[in-house]
């Protein structure tokens, strides 16, 4: 059921309420992990293998050692000892948390081309990246693999688990697909992506005897505190993370990897203070992207449009020594009535750094192919594209029958189209122009899951009036923290002037990691349990109807009221995760819940130099209730120039002879800038999902997905031709 908020005053929650750490950030005053300083502070980088696989033989320091400044050279040779990354544990999700299960600078294996396999540090951190390109290493070489496409022969069936299906099928598709009237059977490929946040990745590293403290960019505070804990074998209570603000993160932050936890050993090693700030080429080198991937989406329908067979599989990559499979077959299974479904995952592994979620991972290239191929069949069958979509909308979820929380994708659609114009395209390709431009018009859908999580929230009611709520979240600039405080004013019926937020450090409540679009349902479903526990505090108390909070706490002579949800102990944590995800399977077996839009884009293509540009963008959503109609839109914003970026600029590109990232700079991997970047028109339905905590649903990654299949459907439009391969540069149009 929805929890839901009193009704005296007027909602908080919904309203375009200004960040409440807008004011620090737009000063400077924001501090990020990088900007925190200690005295006797020394700094540090990495150096990297050359071989993508093999031993170090000899490794020489003495010249590094030699140039001014510098304080140690660490190596395996005389680095502190570790303990091993655990294995993967249901009891303790922080056991996935593990960038690759390499145990740095306690092996002499190479495991890929970018490996740290050295730190400097040194006084300052120009010495340290000076000295560091002076460490000499020999290598005994190992047979690798390295090349996606070589590899992809091989790849072997995804397995399924508790937390993702490698697949999944409905009837007998391939059977119906050869006896279909109407089929379409398309390859699609994905290049590899990085992430680049605005901030890259930086730790600064504090040992008080065994005790730790870290400011790290993080987005997954309470992972990381367990992490180092078991990498350093000391308790998670002697672990500090403080991260109040993180510079975007997608998920290349969600993960620990390399740099953090070398920074933390150096700083043990050397008794000091200790900060390393990635350069943009170490963060390519030792933080995963998002995984290639190549799929087969396969169509057969009747003369009326009604899908008889739909089939999607895939093959995407993991790295030899880590890194998570991603759902690129998930959203065909939940958004069209197909009769028979069968979609099936397939991994390789490759001696490459693992790869990491990136916005809405699976998804995000799981809908182009997916969307592009209904759009292919569209035009099969000579239907409109959207007629197409909605003829094939089911009633329930098409691969089990579940019930849909809520599904109001037709609506979006119809509210789409009607701002966007749809109406006035015409549907032949090359058909529409403006001037030597050829104009085209795509459509796609936005799928993405709905997820929440274990959180431990404290609330505070002082004899002022005032409200503090503490959780160890994370803030990325999402917003997150100013929609906790509209979501406590409204519980608590007081202004949101009057709530402060806590968040950022591991020494407040446990909160989820940022990822999977769960954050603001997590934290906000324990607390508004929080502030039903402190009203019925207040109501035993003898509130009357007409009396504020504050002003039975001044009639009872108390200072301050504070309730908590959730334990912080390490059984109580245990305990609190088995109880939900007992409650989540049981959820997640009634019903199918997901965030869902509709993509309207117009581009225009010079026919001559096979330029494109996106001229136009209305996306419609059905995200559920909206906490704040700013952030919101921000973020929807937000995952649609990441899509635009995916779609024609954005490429990794690896040397396939020996796994070296060929552009690890923004100089050569291209990504969106404002002239890139149309008019985004925003809008969403408002609907509550009534299984979800004051019926929100997260939008942190659905807008990204659908719009790279919205761009290649518009520039077929356009120009008459499909290209199936990302990203859609100006030689595939030619």
Not at 390 to 399: A, L, T
Request: proline share 6%; net charge neutral; glycine share 8%.
């Amino acid at each position: 059921m929805t929890q839901t908020l009193p009704a005296t005053r007027e909602s908080a929650v919904g309203k375009p309420v200004d960040r409440v750490d807008g004011a620090v950030k737009t000063t400077g005053a924001a501090r990020f992990a990088a900007e925190y300083s200690y005295p006797g502070l020394a700094h540090a980088a990495l150096v990297h293998a050359t071989i993508s696989r093999g031993r170090v033989t000899t490794i020489d320091t003495a010249e590094a050692a030699a140039v001014p400044g510098v304080i140690t050279v660490l190596t395996h040779h005389n680095a502190p000892a570790l303990k091993p990354p655990r294995k993967v544990t249901p009891t303790d999700l922080s056991t996935m948390a593990s960038g690759t299960s390499v145990n740095y600078l306690n092996t002499d294996e190479v495991h890929w081309d970018g490996q740290p396999i050295a730190v400097v540090v040194a006084e300052s951190p120009l010495a340290a990246r000076e000295a560091a390109g002076l460490v000499r290493v020999t290598y005994e070489a190992s047979e690798s693999t390295v090349d996606f496409a070589a590899a992809e022969p091989n790849a072997t069936p995804q397995k399924n688990n508790l937390i993702m299906q490698g697949s999944a099928k409905k009837g007998d598709a391939e059977a119906a697909f050869a006896e279909a009237p109407v089929r379409i059977d398309s390859r699609f490929t994905t290049p590899p992506l990085h992430h680049n946040a605005i901030e890259p990745h930086a730790t600064l590293a504090l040992w008080d005897g065994d005790r730790l403290t870290v400011h790290d960019a993080t987005q997954s505070i309470d992972w990381l505190r367990s992490h180092l804990a078991t990498r350093f074998g000391i308790p998670a209570s002697d672990v500090r993370v403080i991260a109040p603000f993180v510079g975007g993160g997608f998920g290349g932050k969600g993960f620990i990897w390399a740099g953090t936890i070398l920074t933390a050993l150096a700083a043990r090693a050397t008794g000091r203070p200790v900060r390393m700030v990635l350069t943009r080429e170490s963060v390519y080198r030792v933080v995963g992207g998002r995984t290639p991937s190549t799929q087969r989406v396969a169509l057969g329908a009747r003369a009326d449009g009604t899908l008889t067979s739909l089939i999607h599989t895939s093959v995407s990559r993991l790295g030899r020594v880590g890194g998570s499979p991603e759902a690129v077959t998930s959203q065909s299974k939940h958004l069209y009535a197909a009769e028979n479904i069968l979609v099936q995952q397939n991994l390789v592994e490759l001696d490459l750094v693992s790869n990491a979620p990136m916005r809405a991972p699976g998804e995000a290239i799981g809908t182009f192919a997916l969307e592009a191929s209904i759009d292919e069949l569209a035009y099969e069958l000579g239907m409109d594209p959207i007629d197409l979509r909605m003829h094939n909308e089911p009633e329930r979820n098409p691969i089990d029958g579940k019930r849909f929380a809520r599904r109001y994708l037709r609506e979006a659609y119809r509210v789409g189209a009607e701002r966007f114009g749809w109406a006035n395209r015409t549907p032949e390709p090359r058909s529409m122009r403006d001037g030597r431009w050829l104009v085209g018009m795509g459509v796609a859908t936005a799928f993405h899951p709905s997820l929440l999580f274990v959180a431990n929230v404290a609330v505070r009611l002082s004899v002022d009036g005032t409200v503090l709520v503490r959780c160890g979240m994370q803030e990325m600039g999402m917003g997150g923290a100013t929609v906790q405080a509209q979501i406590a004013a409204d519980a608590l019926e007081v202004p949101v002037e009057s709530v402060r937020v806590e968040y950022g450090d591991s020494t407040l409540p446990m909160a989820p990691s940022a990822a999977g679009s769960m954050q603001t349902a997590s934290v906000a479903n324990s607390l508004l349990a929080a502030c039903e526990k402190l009203r019925r505090r207040l109501t035993k108390l003898g509130r009357s109807a007409d009396e504020s909070p504050a002003a039975v706490l001044a009639r009872e002579g108390l200072p301050s009221l504070e309730v908590s949800v959730g334990s912080d102990t390490r059984l109580g944590r245990v305990a609190g995760q088995l109880k939900f995800m007992s409650k989540f399977l049981v959820d997640q077996r009634r019903w199918m819940k997901a965030a869902l839009g509709a993509h309207f884009c117009e581009v225009r293509v010079d026919p001559d130099t096979g330029e494109v540009r996106v001229s136009r963008w209305t996306a419609s959503f059905d995200v559920g209730r909206v906490m704040n109609a700013k952030t919101a839109a921000s973020q929807l914003r937000g995952g649609i120039v990441m899509g635009i970026g995916m779609a024609l600029a954005e490429e990794t590109l690896i040397d396939p002879r020996n796994g070296r990232i060929m552009n690890p700079s923004l100089a050569e991997y291209h990504v969106p800038v404002h002239a890139d970047i149309p008019p985004i028109d925003i809008t969403y339905l408002d609907e509550p999902d009534p299984t979800m905590p004051l019926g929100l649903v997260g939008i942190g990654e659905v807008s990204i997905t659908g719009v790279a299949g919205a761009i290649a459907n518009a520039i077929h439009h356009a120009t008459g031709r499909r290209v199936r391969d990302l990203p859609i540069t100006l030689d595939k149009l030619l």
